[in-house]
Every structure is written in structure tokens, then in C-alpha cells.
């Protein structure tokens, strides 16, 4: 249990934490932009990560949450997932349930994210990302939003313009969500 709450202190405490520290001063200038990394496990069940991918889904979720209460506040929220990108992720001890690395879902996660057909992203790309969504005024649209940093923003807020959020909002895209029958 220590190492799994160890991941939602740095995923998900740490975030918020440093988010409460800088929001008062936002809220007095009534401008600010929040910006988040998560992680596109955030919508996948995946038997081997249980701690990354939740704390990832709180975070967006968090995001999501945070853009509704700062509504009118001049104050911008994302949280934003920066596609596959070759990281250390899980090579540190105890990082991954190694005990069900064999289990099928986990397996077919691997395969994919090995595949020579996936291309890998370098860091650079999240972090341009952010700084598009931070200075584009076209990109306010998108706020609460879990923003995929392999996706060119302009179709996605051009849809985020039409009446009632186009299918972001009919559909609930971008957001990390349980549909229902």
C-alpha cells in the first residue's frame, strides 16, 4: 500500500498541492493558466498499473472539476497527456505488480506500446502542447478538458466553438467519463 499511495502523492497530491499554492494569486489578478501531465492510461484498465492509471484519471478528473468552480474567473485548467513517449516509467523497484505482467490486458498493452507502427513522442511535444494552450486565446474552449498532446488542436477547439460545445459536448469527449446505456 505504501508504493501505491507513494504514486497518487506524486501524481495526484503533488499537483494539487503546488495548484492551491499559486490559485490564490491567480484569483486576485483573474488570470492564470493550471496545466497538468497525465497520461492517456487514464481511460484504460490495465491489471499491472492500477495506481498510475487512477491517480492519472483523478488528476484530468481533477482538471475537469477545477475549470466548472473557476467558471468566470479568467483562470484556465488542462490536464494533458502527452502520448507515448519513452520513459523510465517502471523501472524503478516496485513500480510495476510485476506478479501479473503475464496477465493478457497487460500483455496486449505491451505489445502495443512496443510496436514499431506506434511513434514515440518526445517530450517537447507535451510541453509545446501546454504552451499552446496557455498562450492561443482559441484554446480557452478546451479548459477541463484531457487534452491529447498528438492531436492538433485547432479541429478540436474549432468543435469546442459550435453551439453547445459541438461533440465535445454532445458526445463528452476529452473528459474522462462512465457512458451509460
Known amino acids: 500500500m505504501d508504493i501505491w499511495w507513494r504514486v497518487y502523492e506524486v501524481n495526484v497530491r503533488a499537483p494539487v498541492a503546488l495548484i492551491r499554492a499559486v490559485l490564490p494569486s491567480m484569483l486576485k489578478r483573474n488570470t492564470g493558466i493550471l496545466l497538468t501531465t497525465s497520461s492517456a492510461v487514464a481511460a484504460m484498465s490495465l491489471p ?37 513517449v519513452k520513459t523510465e516509467l517502471g523501472s524503478a523497484e516496485n513500480a510495476i505488480n510485476k506478479e501479473h505482467i503475464q496477465h493478457p490486458a497487460m500483455q496486449g498493452f505491451l505489445k502495443m506500446a512496443t510496436s514499431s507502427e506506434i511513434k514515440r513522442q518526445e517530450p517537447e511535444l507535451c510541453a509545446d502542447t501546454m504552451v499552446a494552450l496557455a498562450a492561443d486565446p482559441r484554446y480557452k474552449v478546451l479548459t477541463g478538458r484531457h487534452i491529447n498532446a498528438t492531436q ?13 460545445k459541438g461533440r465535445l459536448g454532445s458526445e463528452r469527449l476529452y473528459l474522462i467519463t462512465v457512458p451509460t446505456l
Open 48 to 84: 499491472v498499473m492500477t495506481a498510475y492509471s487512477s491517480s492519472k484519471a483523478a488528476i484530468s478528473k481533477f482538471h475537469e472539476s477545477l475549470s466548472v468552480e473557476l467558471e468566470n474567473t479568467g483562470i484556465l485548467s488542462f490536464a494533458v497527456h502527452p502520448g507515448m
Open 152 to 164: 492538433e488542436l485547432p479541429p478540436v477547439a474549432e468543435e469546442a466553438e459550435k453551439e453547445g
